[in-house]
């Protein structure tokens, strides 16, 4: 027990120092202003003065979670309390992924090296200057892979699936991107809790884990008239995919055709893409391989510009996770079929999910090509987890075939 506690106080000395380290070399202010520069943080902050009674529209793109974060902040000391929460969630989520990986490695080593590929991408550093939600949906992440990984073998639990739905819930609340998540584990949790043939008791844990997801679906009906998480699939679609489409069909830049695209009606969207599929699919896969390669947007006041001493170093970071993507790609998949024909489903799932839940990130993400790898961010825990245990997983049994060879060839021996 001592020794745990010892290593938790080294990894949380060392995301500490690695942080400040980080924010002393960028010199980025810490102030309302570049906190709420983007659009995107300018709408979340929209629905956090909502909280306060100004009217706003932005509660139809923007579910409520991450706003009441805001607020809390704002409670505890202004634009520093967001700030100062956002540095707990980045901090935290290193502690749960340092925490997945030894319950599932039991390599302690390995585990460090998994905290410290985290700490070191410095986009996720600089994303909690800014009002964003990717902090705290890696946060939420790294809590997932960690109740994950605290019960392999209990994956037809029905405790285990309440507390899976609920995370998940709190996941859909600060990101729609994960809906259909939520929606797949609500029926594998029906499935489990209908065949376990549950009391009154079991099945209110399952309502109260679906309750964020509930109230902001009766918010939504309530306030908009639209039985939806959010609005904002709509929007991105038609102001990020499509406006970058039109834009390259025309040899123009995305900005000289914003106005233009955005004055578009919904049937006028609909035809575009019904006379462009090919050159949308084009232009979603083009995005999705940029995504996954470029810099930081976060580097510099105001954001979106070239930071000559760090913007290489996010670029080589992701350069470098792009070609271990490239190869696990080929890995996960292989060593997932081995085990499972071993009957080691349990061990496998968590890996399996990770993965899969990676690359739905990766893949969404091609809905914009111009954010950096803002939007890629969020699933850093995932993989570094699901990497790291397969590699512990290969020296482990690459271990105890040399000390098994090395049995038989001593035996031999006069």
Not at 183 to 198: D, G, H, P, Q, S
Not at 217 to 230: A, G, N, P, Q, V
Request: charged share 15%; net charge positive; proline share 4%.
């Amino acid at each position: 027990m001592k020794r745990k506690i010892a290593e938790l106080v080294l990894l949380n000395v060392g995301l500490a120092a690695v942080y400040f380290y980080f924010f002393s070399q960028l010199n980025l202010p810490v102030d309302s202003e570049y906190m709420y520069s983007t659009p995107d943080a300018q709408s979340y902050e929209a629905v956090a003065l909502w909280w306060y009674g100004i009217p706003t529209q932005a509660t139809s793109i923007r579910p409520l979670l991450y706003p009441m974060i805001n607020v809390i902040g704002w409670t505890i000391a202004g634009f520093k309390g967001v700030w100062s929460l956002q540095i707990l969630f980045w901090i935290g989520a290193g502690n749960f992924l340092f925490l997945a990986v030894r319950n599932y490695s039991r390599n302690t080593f390995v585990s460090f090296i998994a905290a410290t590929v985290y700490a070191l991408n410095l986009s996720l550093v600089a994303a909690t200057l800014h009002a964003l939600t990717e902090v705290t949906t890696a946060f939420l992440l790294s809590i997932l892979i960690w109740l994950a990984s605290k019960h392999p073998g209990k994956f037809t639990d029905t405790k285990f699936h309440a507390k899976i739905l609920f995370v998940v819930a709190l996941l859909v609340v600060t990101k729609p991107l994960f809906y259909p998540l939520f929606l797949i584990e609500l029926c594998i949790a029906l499935v489990i809790f209908i065949r376990k043939k549950v009391n009154i008791t079991q099945i209110g844990f399952l309502l109260l884990a679906s309750l964020p997801v509930m109230l902001q679906l009766s918010f939504m009906k309530y306030k908009h008239d639209e039985f939806t998480i959010s609005k904002i699939s709509d929007i991105t679609y038609h102001q990020y995919l499509v406006t970058d489409t039109y834009a390259e069909l025309i040899g123009g830049k995305r900005n000289e055709v914003d106005d233009f695209v955005f004055s578009w009606t919904p049937h006028e969207v609909d035809s575009f893409t019904k006379e462009h599929r090919m050159e949308i699919f084009l232009m979603f896969a083009k995005n999705i391989g940029k995504n996954l390669v470029t810099g930081s947007p976060f580097l510099t006041k105001p954001i979106m510009r070239e930071n000559k001493e760090w913007s290489p170093y996010t670029r080589s970071y992701n350069w470098v996770a792009r070609n271990w993507h490239n190869l696990f790609l080929w890995l996960v998949p292989a060593f997932v079929l081995l085990y499972m024909r071993r009957r080691q489903n349990h061990w496998m799932l968590p890996l399996l999910a990770s993965f899969v839940l990676t690359w739905y990130i990766f893949v969404t993400s091609g809905i914009s090509g111009w954010q950096g790898d803002r939007l890629i961010l969020c699933a850093l825990p995932l993989w570094i987890f699901c990497y790291t245990t397969l590699l512990a997983f290969q020296l482990s049994v690459l271990r105890n075939m040399f000390i098994l060879l090395q049995r038989r060839f001593f035996r031999k021996l006069p």
